[in-house]
Every structure is written in structure tokens, then in C-alpha cells.
């Protein structure tokens, strides 16, 4: 269970920090969309995406709770700016994943981010071994598998966004 949700988190935040980075000015506009002053904007951009690959790393680490605290210091940062959102009522592109998902800030991206601190939490308090103590192969597994998994909501994520644009432009 441990390595199940030690690559869940990896994978994850591999994925979110490299899309952001992809489509930084999707990502830069977001930010700007937040509120955020404009000499903040081009820091916040490079800042979040560097801190999501070092927690990655330090995941890697012999002390990946250093990783976890991090992925749960940025789960309260994002927590904050999604309740900011619900409470002024805009209608803010997520970007979570740059440019793979078009999902708009509100309770679906909070429990996005209940998914993400939750299993940090968990592993935070009970993982007391480092990854490497699993074989490579136990390792590989579980990155494909929750690889597998991302693309499967990633894909599904599409078709819906797909059949809403269709019905919305329905007669």
C-alpha cells in the first residue's frame, strides 16, 4: 500500500509540474486570473512547478517525509486559493495539469487536492522506509499502474468535457 501511494504521488506530481511548465503562459494567466500582483506572477509560475519536481525528488530520498511535508505544504497553499476562488465565485481556469485538463477551480479541484494531501498524510505518518527499500521492479509496477490509472482520468476527463461542448452547442 505504502509504494502504491508513494508513486501515486510521484507520478502526480511529475505530471502537474512538467504540464504547468509546458504551457507556462496558460499557466502564468491563471495566476494572473487569481489576483496576484504582477511582479508575483512570473516567481509563482516557475516557483510552484520546482517545488512539485523537488518533492518528487526528495521522494526518492532516505528521508521522504521531507517530500511529504512538502506536497502537503503545497496542498494547503492550493487548498487556500481554491477556497479564495469558491468564495469570490470566479470562473478561473484550474490548470492544475497545464493544458491536459479544462477544468474550472471549485469542489472538483478541492478534492483533487484532498486526494493529493491524504495519501501524504497517511505516508507521513506510517511510511518509515524509504523507496528504494522495494525492489526496482515492485517500483516500476506501481509507476506504470498509476500511470495507467492518470490516463484513464485524463482520458474519461476529455470525453466528458467532449459530450458538454457538444451538448452546449446542441440546437
Known amino acids: 500500500m505504502n509504494l502504491l501511494l508513494h ?14 511548465l509546458k504551457d507556462l503562459n496558460s499557466f502564468k494567466q491563471t495566476i494572473a486570473n487569481l489576483g496576484f500582483q504582477r511582479k508575483l506572477i512570473n516567481m509563482l509560475a516557475y516557483l510552484i512547478p520546482l517545488l512539485e ?13 521531507v517530500g511529504f511535508l512538502l506536497i502537503l505544504l503545497l496542498s494547503v497553499c492550493f487548498i487556500t486559493v481554491i477556497l479564495y476562488t469558491l468564495k469570490t465565485a470566479k470562473k478561473i481556469k484550474c490548470n492544475c495539469f497545464g493544458n491536459l485538463t ?5 469542489l472538483k479541484t478541492f478534492i483533487h487536492v484532498l486526494i493529493l ?16 527499500s522495494n525492489t526496482f521492479i515492485e517500483i516500476w509496477h506501481s509507476l506504470l ?20 461542448a457538444i451538448k452546449a452547442n446542441s440546437f
Not at 53 to 65: E, G
Not at 120 to 126: E, G, M, N, Q
Not at 145 to 164: A, D, Q
Open 117 to 132: 494531501a491524504i495519501p501524504s498524510i497517511y505516508l507521513l505518518l506510517k511510511a518509515n522506509s524509504p523507496l528504494w
Open 102 to 106: 479544462e477544468d474550472i477551480i471549485g
Open 53 to 65: 519536481l523537488i518533492s518528487v525528488i526528495l521522494l526518492f530520498t532516505n528521508k521522504p517525509y
Open 145 to 164: 499502474s498509476n500511470s495507467g490509472i492518470i490516463v484513464i482520468y485524463l482520458l474519461v476527463n476529455s470525453i466528458n468535457n467532449y459530450n458538454k
Open 7 to 20: 508513486s501515486f504521488l510521484i507520478v502526480i506530481l511529475s505530471l502537474s509540474s512538467i504540464s504547468k
